[in-house]
């Protein structure tokens, strides 16, 4: 908004800057007519009296300034990205927080966006001056009426697929013959949608889909899944005799484009054998496809045929067919073979390096998308393969600069990080970073994909690194590049474990009670057996009783209907252990009661712990008490009781009480219920 | 992103600059006002104040309260739509007043300056009654045929502002980003790369063949292509796709693969520049060469001395020329080619009163 402002003073400016250039003799006259613009220039103009050669006209760049003003600009790592900084309370914690809040920004923009194209009747007034035509509403309603094949070019041309076909019906019905281009667009609108309405409500279903993280694919699930998103998600499924059908064959006559259209919906929409057998009667009626046809014949192939083999022979065939009829493959042909051969087992292996080959015989730069296809053509599903064809393509990614070409090139990156992690290299890994973050490479990943790539980046740092360089990783990326998994929490304590850091386990605890996984079972456990596994000096066991308390916290009903976690006897344990060490004979005992009231068994460590927790703080009631409950759980009270007797000062009636405590391990469960009641 | 007036202070500016200093620094609306104002004024034949009644807005208490508003900092979009449309109403009626004036081509004198006079300044009027007061007979005539040029002139101006807005407008829808087509930008892509490819894929295959003698199968470099495919000339090609228009299949899989890349901006000089590119925030960097026609320069329509070499070096003709040029200067709404006729009037008025001019 200030930029509108500060444009529209540019005549003045321009006035200004003639001015102070003037010769001399003519401020004299022009100042009394004019002297506040003038001002204090008068002076200036004495000085300047050399030759002044005028700028020739300059056509600036409009995004140069701003372009480099960006460039300036650095991640924070300690703040969120930046689609997020609107609303502090809305600053996403954890991976699942952020895909919602990015989702749901992106949602309310689509509302608005969808109440403008459906009541455009509020939104007649031109507001803006120049208007701004992306924030007005489009027209939508067709300007022709009546029935008439201009009328129903419009309507196809807004993409009413119902209007589109009444119109065609009715057309038809009056006898008015309707032209074979007119037919054919209709064609392709209805061979695109696959028969149903174009929705917003869809389209947003298939973004969802298209975002959605392969954070848990395994590497067999996910061709299947991008199978899935290829052919379902964008639209409904072929159906018999649908309009698209009916229509096509209806028409008087049909050429090239038209049976074009018709293969192209029915692959888009899953109905391959249908697609394979218009392309047989294309061939009959001796007419010639074109590219995006087999390109999207190429891809039906894995559903076509079964084994590897033939897939390979039938993909081979539809490139012969191409050569014969004189078609010119792009990128996106050799990407759909590679694509198919994805899932042509071993026959793949050896023929997409002849593809690539092929490629490079006809001058065609591989895409990402075709080197996205290759590595998981070598590695998925694959153990043991040697890391000669990925530090090949990442040589070949590293020289090279990229733009999309083809939708499946966002998927490079997160597959080549997958594959450094198969094989556990993490130069590899570093090569691939190095790459993403050359030029503009980082605009292939999304939100989501960004996520798993750097969760699949920093599980194999955990893996493969020294402590600190992973410590300085994690502080770097955690929260304003990528949001940690309760996954990569726990490879970051393992690999702290094997550094023999443990100390350091608070603060990444306050980290996960920041990103909302202190209530994950699993990663409490881990935190709570890495901090009650050693002894450690006792500014530390502080700490890590500070952080017992809160995992007990968790534990604890909340209120406000939060279900409080269950106990589990190692964590109870645990939680014990470190409450003792730390001197904390009290809450340990707390904890202790606990062992009862959910029916778990203290181990032989834990209530060791305890004792001597209690003898050093002087606590022989407790130990009393401990031992009381061991007895009551039936288990081998006789060694604490020895262990008391010899280790603590006890007074008569301590003496006393320890001796009722029946102490024989065996004791039946009447006598340890008796003991009970004492 | 919605308040973006353009125009503003710079539209301030106005013909023959002679008005008084504080109009320099008040708003275009009070200025366009005041022009309606002056239009109004103009309308004192029986028709225009019929005209003004219909419009409604002509009562002072009305204009006053305009005025107003419009002063503040924030232009109120409904009430400056309805200044423009009263504004180009005004423009019709005075067309229709011009139209009944063009008849008779000589200005009629000094009456009808009094009441159409408001436009022209004081100082203006007087510098030409004294060119004309130079003149030994008929001064009434000089003044008023002066001043009637000067005028003429100035509804030239403001005809064209208002087309200007127009025009801008139009310049600005237009403003819609064209999209290389992915395809085309494929080919470009890979043409440029291939050569230099070819170099690195032989230093790799020599590197591959010695490092690799084990499994040479499994390489990039090595190995045999299809042969399925023979290299053709991209002409033929280029033919086809010039002439067909894109299907919605073209189009969805642009869309498709410019979604590959389109991430939210990470800071907020990339919202800026994605801002620019759908066209609502203004362009970047700011200059005053914006709207302005391709062939002339600022300079040309700032420095308009050059064209002053055949009047007179000093006397009251020359100053009364500066006074033109000084506020042609400043006017934004004429092109340079109209400036320069506007001068080359004056030269040919004068001219032709040579002989009386010097009788004196």
Known sequence: ?678 | MWGGVRGGGGLAVRLLGARSKQEFFSTSSVLSKDKEKSAASKESSPEGAAKKQEDGAGTPKQQLLDIIGDMKVEVSYRKKLQQLKTSENKKQAMNQLEGLDSEGSVPQGITEDTQRGKPLSPELVKAASAVASSLPRNKKKTESELLAQLRRHEETTDKQKKGGIINIRNVISEMTIKRQSPAQRGARMSGRISLQLDEDGQRLRREGSSALSVDSRRSLKVGKRLNIFTKASTEPEHALKTVSSPTIWDLEFAKEVAAVTAQPPRNGFEEMIQWTKEGILWEFPIDNEVGMEDDAEFHEHIFLEKHLEGFPKEGPVRHFMELVICGLSKNPYLSVKQKVEHIEWFQKYFEEKKELLQEI
Not at chain 1, 489 to 515: C, F, G, R, T, Y
Request: net charge negative; with cysteine.
């Open chain 1, 1 to 678: 908004m200030a930029a509108r402002r500060a444009g529209a003073g540019c005549w003045q400016r321009a006035l200004w800057l003639g001015r102070c250039r003037l010769p001399g003799g003519w401020e004299s006259c022009r100042s009394s007519l004019s002297s506040t613009a003038l001002g204090k220039t008068v002076d200036n103009s004495q000085v300047t009296q050399e030759e002044i050669v005028l700028p020739r006209r300059k056509t600036w760049d409009k995004l140069a300034v701003l372009q480099t003003l960006a460039s300036t600009v650095n991640r924070d790592p300690t703040a969120a990205h930046y689609m997020f900084q609107d609303d502090p309370f809305l600053m996403p914690r954890n991976a699942v927080n952020c895909r919602l809040y990015s989702l749901s920004k992106e949602s309310g923009r689509n509302a608005a966006k969808y109440i403008i194209k459906n009541f455009p009747q509020y939104f007649d007034k031109t507001f803006a001056e120049p208007n701004i035509p992306c924030l007005m509403p489009e027209t939508l309603t067709p300007q022709t009426e009546g029935v008439s094949e201009e009328a129903l070019r419009e309507r196809i041309h807004l993409r009413m697929v119902k209007e589109s076909v009444d119109m065609f019906d009715q057309l038809l019905q009056a006898g008015t013959p309707v032209s074979l281009e007119t037919t054919n667009s209709l064609l392709d609108l209805l061979c695109f949608y696959g028969g149903g309405e174009p929705s917003p409500e869809k389209e947003q279903e298939e973004k969802e889909g298209l975002e959605e993280p392969e954070v848990n694919a395994s590497e067999q699930k996910a061709p299947k899944r991008q199978f899935q998103r290829g052919s379902q998600s964008s639209g409904p499924r072929w159906r018999e005799n649908n309009h698209a059908e009916r229509i096509f064959k209806i028409m008087p006559e049909r050429n090239a484009h038209s049976y074009c259209a018709m293969i192209r919906g029915m692959v888009k929409h899953g109905a391959y054998s249908k697609a394979y057998d218009m392309y047989i009667d294309l061939l009959n009626e001796r007419h010639k496809a074109d590219v995006h046809t087999f390109n999207a014949l190429i891809r039906a192939v894995p559903y076509l045929k079964e084994r590897f083999a033939e897939r390979w022979e039938l993909a081979k065939d539809f490139l012969t067919h191409m050569a014969q009829q004189k078609v010119q493959p792009t990128l996106l042909t050799f990407n759909s073979v590679l694509k198919s051969l994805r899932r042509c087992g071993g026959v793949g292996r050896t023929m997409s390096l002849l593809v690539l080959k092929e490629m490079e015989a006809l001058n065609i730069e591989p895409s990402l998308a075709s080197y996205d296809h290759l590595l998981s053509v070598y590695y998925k599903g694959v153990d043991g393969q040697s890391s000669d064809i990925i530090s090949e393509v990442l040589n070949e990614v590293e020289k090279r600069s990229f733009t999309a070409q083809d939708p499946d090139d966002a998927s490079f990156f997160t597959t080549a990080m997958q594959v450094c992690c198969d094989l556990k290299d993490i130069n590899l890994a570093y090569q691939v970073n190095k790459v993403l973050e050359k030029g503009d490479n980082w605009k292939f990943l999304d939100v989501d994909r960004l996520n798993n790539y750097w969760s699949k980046f920093f599980s194999l740092l955990c893996m493969m690194e020294q402590i600190e360089v992973v410590l300085k990783w994690y502080k770097e990326m955690s929260s304003s590049l990528f949001y940690p998994t309760p996954k990569n929490i726990l490879d970051l304590l393992q690999a702290l474990d094997a550094a023999n850091q443990l100390e350091v386990i608070p603060s990444v605890w306050e980290d996960v009670k920041q990103m909302g996984f202190s209530r994950r079972q699993d990663l409490l456990e881990e935190f709570l057996s890495l901090m009650s596994r050693d002894q450690h000096p006792s500014e530390i066991q502080l700490a890590f009783a500070k952080c017992a308390e809160e995992i007990k916290a968790v534990h604890e009903p909340a209120g406000q209907g939060q279900v409080p976690l269950e106990w589990t006897g190692s964590a109870l344990g645990h939680v014990v252990v470190l409450f003792s060490r730390a001197g904390r004979t009290q809450d340990a005992w707390k904890m202790m009661e606990f062992f009862q009231k959910i029916n778990r068994i203290p181990t032989d460590k834990v209530m060791d712990e305890f004792l001597n927790c209690a003898k050093q703080t002087n606590y022989p009631d407790e130990a009393i008490k401990m031992v009381k409950l061991a007895a009551s759980l039936g288990l081998s009270s006789q060694r604490l009781k020895n262990r008391m007797e010899e280790e603590f000062e006890l007074s008569e009636t301590q003496k006393k009480a320890l001796e009722s405590i029946k102490c024989d391990g065996d004791s039946s469960d009447s006598d340890s219920s008796d003991s009970d009641r004492e």
